[in-house]
């Protein structure tokens, strides 16, 4: 690949041309000593990006947006949402900045976008910053999201820009670059429908028909296939978090993507032991967040975007809330389905109704609760069970009569293990591993954090060398928190 000046990276400004009330031009602040920490090569050159290039002086002031492509117009976006169940009306991105769009090798238009980049008009009482550690966070979750197969933002890069960020300590702070199909929000539309601006509120749906849902464009309510599309985006979405056990942490509306892709990892983390209750996120004291509320709570979500949309569904109030009424219930079986259809697979099971694959799921999931079993060792572990070797599944339970009475009924129904192996991770980014990459890399030794991203990068392949990241938190590891103050 040739080097690329930055005046030929080609940023488009859709979203600030379409939509220029939600979009207010601004600046990334200037970073006194940028050191890059991690850059996703692979990313690059699907983003038609030069790996050597977004290495020197030119990339990092693209990573930083300190250096913009001539033509290009960095913009902080605006949005409202729910947050903790309270409506916010005014958000946007307080110390983000949408760089632009840029078309990948697949022909799809991405966001590339900075976070940590100074603050903004949005920036409320924040400072505008980010801290070397939740930006590699967010980096490490996100890529391992993309390898489990899980829709999400990617991660770009993350720069140290040698400014000292206050937190509880002065800490190294950064700016994280990441690329997501778009970063419209369910509190996108909440934004555009309370300015009463219906215009507005009707180009950012047509924006998001074209960017996200296209065959919404052709159906005889495009409103409402939008809606419908969304609602079937998040079903599923949030089934695959189930299945692999992660808790997203703060799932207020504006963290919420029209898309479908997962999006802003903050206090987030992947289960331990399984149990429905499960809260990371040190300031979500009710548990709104918790693990095994997350289905209803993508459902709520998905009310406050129909209310938002209603004005576009029907000229009559009163049938616009029917249509959207009904849209909405098909969010439940549409959850349903996704998540028996992923319980199959990690289940290795082929012929049975999804009722009884639902049945034997839930069934063994108050096992692993019952005995606080490992969620990700034990559905690895039921590989070799398929196989013909019980034990590593066996070993983890102190109650063996109930297991090896599920065990014996499981394996009746001749369970496919490769099938298994293929959707059952060896590795996840485990929340003492992570911890540890973050306290290093924060310490300026970034070694054990390229070794986490190797092996969370490839999760269903399992490696020699690799067992400290295939094992569950020691002990002493105790009760996790995740903080906000990010
Ligand atoms: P989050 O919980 O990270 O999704 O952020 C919620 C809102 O707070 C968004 O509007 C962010 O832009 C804003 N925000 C979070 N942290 C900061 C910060 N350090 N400075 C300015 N705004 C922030
Ligand atoms: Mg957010």
């Given at each position: 690949?040739?080097?690329?000046?930055?005046?030929?990276?080609?940023?488009?400004?859709?979203?600030?041309?379409?939509?220029?009330?939600?979009?207010?031009p601004w600046q990334a602040e200037e970073a006194p000593d940028p050191e890059l920490l991690v850059l996703n090569e692979q990313l690059a050159g699907e983003l038609g990006l030069d790996p050597a290039w977004l290495r020197g002086a030119e990339g990092l002031g693209l990573l930083l947006g300190t250096r913009v492509p001539s033509g290009a117009t960095p913009v902080a976006q605006a949005y409202a949402g729910h947050q903790f169940g309270g409506y916010v009306p005014r958000l946007g991105d307080g110390r983000a900045l949408l760089l632009g769009e840029l078309v990948d090798a697949g022909g799809m238009l991405r966001d590339l976008h900075l976070k940590g980049s100074g603050r903004t008009p949005f920036a409320r009482g924040g400072d505008g910053l980010a801290a070397v550690g939740p930006m590699l966070r967010e980096y490490v979750i996100s890529e391992a999201m993309h390898a489990l197969g899980i829709p999400t933002t990617r991660s770009l890069a993350v720069v140290a820009t040698g400014r000292p960020v206050r937190r509880e300590t002065l800490l190294p702070g950064a700016v994280l670059a990441r690329v997501a199909a778009s970063h419209l929000r369910v509190g996108s539309f909440q934004y555009a429908a309370a300015t009463r601006d219906l215009d507005l509120l009707r180009r950012l749906a047509d924006h998001a028909i074209t960017r996200h849902h296209p065959g919404a464009a052709d159906a005889d309510r495009p409103y409402l296939a939008l809606f419908e599309?969304?609602?079937?985006?998040?079903?599923?979405?949030?089934a695959r978090w189930m299945t692999v056990g992660f808790v997203h942490g703060v799932m207020n509306t504006d963290n919420m993507t029209i898309s479908g892709e997962t999006i802003d990892y903050g206090p987030c983390a992947f289960l331990d032991a399984f149990d429905p209750a499960t809260v990371y996120s040190s300031i979500d004291h009710g548990g709104r967040y918790a693990y095994g509320n997350q289905p209803l709570v993508a459902e709520w979500n998905l009310a406050r975007l129909a209310e938002a949309l209603l004005p576009l569904l029907h000229d009559d109030p009163?049938?616009?809330?029917a249509l959207a009424v009904e849209a909405l219930g098909a969010f439940r079986p549409r959850y349903d389905a996704a998540w028996s259809a992923g319980m199959r697979v990690k289940l290795g099971l082929r012929h049975e109704p999804d009722a009884e694959v639902s049945a034997l799921a839930d069934e063994l999931?108050?096992?692993?609760?019952?005995?606080?079993?490992?969620?990700?060792s034990f559905f690895r572990a039921l590989?070799?069970?398929?196989?013909?070797d019980a034990e590593p599944a066996?070993?983890?339970?102190?109650?063996?009569?109930?297991v090896d009475g599920w065990l014996e009924r499981w394996r009746a129904l001749d369970p496919d293990a490769d099938v298994m192996d293929r959707v059952n991770p060896v590795y996840i980014p485990r929340n003492h591993l992570v911890e540890e990459a973050l306290e290093a890399a924060t310490g300026g030794d970034l070694d054990p954090?390229?070794?986490?991203?190797?092996?969370?990068?490839?999760?269903?392949?399992?490696?020699?060398?690799?067992?400290?990241?295939?094992?569950?938190?020691?002990?002493?590891?105790?009760?996790y928190r995740t903080f906000c103050g990010t």
């Open positions: 690949m040739s080097v690329a000046p930055s005046t030929t990276v080609p940023l488009d400004d859709r979203f600030s041309r379409e939509l220029p009330e939600m979009a207010l599309g969304v609602v079937s985006a998040q079903a599923s979405l949030v009163e049938q616009a809330v999931l108050g096992l692993l609760q019952a005995d606080h079993v490992d969620h990700t590989g070799s069970a398929a196989r013909g066996r070993n983890l339970f102190l109650d063996l009569a109930a954090l390229g070794r986490l991203l190797e092996a969370v990068t490839a999760p269903y392949d399992e490696r020699p060398g690799l067992e400290r990241y295939a094992a569950p938190a020691p002990p002493d590891f105790g009760a």
